[in-house]
């Protein structure tokens, strides 16, 4: 009899640590994901056009470069991808060229401040930030992927189909 209440006190008491401790951890992936989503927005909101960049997946990175190596060759394309790249790394002026735009069709607002955000699937370095705008009747399903140990933003991942 006290072998059982032994043991019965001791899975018990493992069992009080082990979740809380799992939960901890998912809490805080979940905290990070949420934290780099938001910033993105808030990056936007204040025209901090080098963050924005920092936030980002490297494919909506690589689909930004594309876009504006696309448009400038109507023009005569004057800047290498190299070129691109690094002016939309330091903010420069075809960062702020770019997210200028950007941002007259995207107010980031309407997400930061009218809109619900819940956690989505989730799975191994992929995650869904449901983010619903309270006139519309479908959410936005936001594409968060974890590259080199930190989540990023994958806002064309997202919003692509819609802009097309």
């Known amino acids: 009899m006290k072998k059982i209440a032994a043991t019965t006190f001791i899975v018990l008491w493992v069992a009080q640590?082990?979740?809380?401790?799992?939960?901890?951890?998912?809490?805080a992936e979940q905290n990070q994901m949420l934290a780099a989503a938001e910033s993105v927005f808030?990056?936007?909101?204040?025209?901090?056009?080098q963050k924005i960049w920092v936030l980002l997946t490297n494919a909506s990175k690589?689909?930004?470069?594309?876009?504006?190596?696309?448009?400038e060759s109507k023009?005569?394309?004057?800047h290498s991808r190299e070129a691109?790249?690094?002016?939309?790394?330091?903010g420069g002026k075809l960062a702020k060229a770019y997210w200028s735009n950007y941002i007259a069709v995207f107010d980031p607002d309407i997400v930061l401040e009218?809109?619900?955000?819940?956690?989505?699937?989730?799975?191994?370095?992929?995650?869904?930030?449901?983010?619903?705008h309270r006139k519309s009747d479908r959410p936005a399903?936001?594409?968060m992927y974890k590259e080199?140990?930190?989540?990023?933003?994958g806002l064309e991942e997202t919003f692509r189909t819609s802009r097309r």
């Not at 690589?62 to 448009?71: F, G």
């Not at 023009?75 to 004057?78: A, K, L, S, V």
């Not at 009218?114 to 619903?132: E, P, R």
């Open 148 to 153: 080199n140990g930190t989540w990023k933003v």
């Open 141 to 143: 399903e936001l594409q």
């Open 17 to 27: 640590f082990l979740p809380s401790a799992y939960c901890q951890n998912l809490d």
């Open 75 to 78: 023009w005569g394309g004057q």
């Open 42 to 49: 808030k990056a936007m909101k204040k025209n901090d056009y």
């Open 62 to 71: 690589n689909t930004i470069v594309d876009d504006i190596i696309k448009e």
């Open 84 to 90: 691109i790249h690094d002016d939309l790394t330091t």
């Open 114 to 132: 009218q809109s619900k955000w819940q956690m989505g699937k989730t799975a191994k370095g992929k995650a869904i930030i449901t983010i619903k």
